[in-house]
């Protein structure tokens, strides 16, 4: 071990004795999915298959794109699936990255300009974090979670500042409580408080939402018919559509901008051919309406987990939206519930803090298309069996909150 390992080590083994440490794992074989985020079942789906080994069938190059967008890694292939895209989503433009987190990242990085001001949800995902540390805003100023009077609160201070952007970041559907965001309330308060829509902007992040909301899957925005009060949206591919990348939806000039000064699609090289063409397949099943059957057994089985489960008050997220999560209090507690689980053949993940904030830490339920109804029977009984057992690794304390007690 070098030096470094050692100071390395130590730093882990913090980590380890705190219960925070992170671990990669491989799902076992014959288990039943209601962890990832393949909302539409569409990873494993027969008809995507078929359509992408034809489209690669089809196409002259289907490897590497050999550079970045600026340098030989654009195409008319992926200039053609970006008119397409923001075509369905109903943009002025499209522009595809590497991953969400890129997206996001060059976005908020670029966007906001010299002494301009980020508001932004409490929740908002890490990549929005990334990107506003290194932007030029002046103040980055978070909100209470979809709480439109904390928003109200912060806006009448920075109002005022005329001649600054400011610019307000939410998730339509939350990753991690998979709520949606009162997105109406907010592009109602902007109005009131930018009656002439000047400098008052917001952006969208749709990662959860996409394929899962609105006609076809175009999203929440397009559900609320909100598209013109957006200023910029975040879809990720790499969720309901069973790929990898993101695009980012706006004006041409964003777009332009983007292309000038987004360092992470300047940087680096650009995905494979192959990539495009599987979201160029998942966007052609989507556009054809053959998920919308998939959409409405997700509101079925939500509904069927919301109404059959039977847990200790406040312990379930409020969530009408294929998350759902089971908040304990502890990284062993949730531990423990999503390890009785997993040894059921359910795959569920803890959620521990710091990814979530302590107390909050919650094992997170994702409800996909592929699930059957029996499966969520079966998983409901197993959550409220354990909650019965009495002898149970959790019990609950005098605050009706849970601790773990001996794992
Ligand atoms: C809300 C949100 N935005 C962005 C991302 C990043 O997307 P990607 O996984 O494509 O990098 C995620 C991924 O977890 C997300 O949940």
Same mark, same amino acid.
């Given at each position: ?118 508001i932004y ?30 928003l ?14 400011v610019f307000i970041a939410v998730?339509t ?8 965001a009162?997105l109406?309330?907010i592009v109602d308060l902007l109005k009131?408080?930018w009656?002439?829509r000047?400098?008052g902007y917001l952006v969208v992040d ?15 925005v397009?559900? /609320?018919?909100l598209e013109k009060d957006v200023f910029a949206r ?6 309901? @559509?069973?790929? !990898?990348? *993101? #695009?980012?939806?706006g ?59 039977? /847990? ?15 908040? @304990?209090?502890? !990284?062993? *507690? #949730? ?73």
């Open positions: 071990m070098t030096p470094l390992d050692m100071q390395l080590e130590a730093t882990l083994a913090k980590r380890r004795k705190i219960a925070k440490i992170r671990r990669l794992v491989v799902n076992p074989e014959g288990t039943i999915d209601f962890s990832s985020n393949d909302f539409l079942g569409l990873a494993y789906s027969q008809l995507l298959r078929d359509e992408f080994l034809q489209e690669l069938h089809s196409m002259k190059y289907i490897l590497g794109s050999t550079g970045s967008r600026l340098l030989d890694g654009n195409s008319k292939y992926v200039e053609d699936l970006e008119h397409k895209i923001a075509q369905f989503h109903k943009a002025e433009a499209a522009l595809i990255f590497n991953s969400g987190f890129d997206a996001n990242s060059g976005l908020f990085s670029t966007l906001p300009q010299k002494g301009d001001i980020i949800d409490e929740l908002v995902h890490a990549s929005v974090h990334e990107g506003m540390r290194m932007s030029r805003a002046s103040h980055r100023l978070p909100f209470k979670h979809s709480d439109i009077d904390d109200k609160r912060i806006l009448e201070k920075v109002v005022p500042m005329r001649d600054k952007n998730e559907v939350y990753s991690m409580d998979g709520d949606v009162p109406q309330d009131y408080y009656p002439h000047d400098n749709e990662a959860h939402g996409t394929g899962v909301y609105g006609k076809h899957g175009r999203g929440v397009n559900q /609320l018919g975040l879809h990720t591919f790499s969720k309901a @559509l069973a790929s !990898n990348g *993101a #695009v980012i939806l004006s041409k000039t964003l777009r332009e901008y983007l292309i000038n000064y987004a360092r992470p699609l300047i940087y680096s090289t650009f995905m494979p051919y192959s990539s495009l063409a599987l979201i160029k397949c998942a966007y052609s099943i989507l556009g054809s309406g053959q998920t919308e059957p998939i959409q409405d057994h997700l509101k079925i089985i939500i509904q069927r987990f919301r109404d059959t489960i039977r /847990l200790p008050v406040g312990t379930l997220l409020a969530s009408s939206s294929p998350i759902q999560g089971v908040v @304990l209090n502890g !990284n062993e *507690a #949730v531990r423990a519930l999503a390890g009785y689980l997993n040894r059921k053949g359910f795959i569920v993940k803890p959620i521990c803090s710091p990814t979530v904030p302590k107390g909050q830490e919650r094992v997170r339920i994702c409800l996909h298309g592929h699930n059957t109804l029996e499966q969520v029977d079966s998983l409901v009984a197993s959550i409220n069996m354990f909650f019965d057992e009495s002898d149970n690794p959790i019990v609950m304390s005098s605050e009706n909150t849970i601790v773990a007690s001996r794992l």
